[in-house]
């Protein structure tokens, strides 16, 4: 069994920031692709951004790219994701993927964690 877990959602407003932690069992973290996805309200699964085993290779969904950034600390199973100038657009579960490749499609990773919530409104 793999396990991730998501953490630091919450409500902020727009303009404010938001740092996402995903925490990884040592069998999901070690040589997998970690990812961040996402699905807001009717809306479906949304990429938003990917980092390599290594943390060398990084990939950003178009809507995030030079807003969230993505890093990864793979001695302690932890990937971080960084949200500034946080948009309403961006409000939605998000979702924490590893797998065993780097991949901006969400059927590539095997292991999934639970979501943790972020809503941007005035």
């Known amino acids: 069994q793999v396990d991730l877990r998501e953490s630091g959602g919450g409500s902020v407003q727009p303009g404010e920031s938001l740092r996402l932690t995903c925490s990884a069992s040592?069998?999901?973290?070690?040589?997998?692709?970690m990812a961040w996805f996402r699905q807001g309200p009717g809306k479906e699964r949304e990429f938003v951004a990917v980092?390599?085993?290594?943390?060398?290779?990084?990939d950003y969904g178009d809507s995030v790219k030079g807003r969230f950034t993505v890093a990864r600390d793979s001695a302690n199973r932890m990937m971080t994701l960084q949200m500034d100038s946080l948009q309403t657009d961006d409000t939605a579960v998000y979702y924490c993927?590893?797998?065993?490749?780097?991949?901006?499609?969400?059927?590539?990773?095997?292991?999934w964690g639970q979501g943790t919530q972020v809503t941007v409104s005035a």
């Open positions: 993927a590893a797998g065993d490749r780097f991949s901006r499609l969400a059927e590539n990773y095997s292991y």
């Open positions: 040592a069998r999901a973290a070690r040589g997998y692709g």
């Open positions: 980092i390599s085993w290594s943390g060398s290779a990084t």
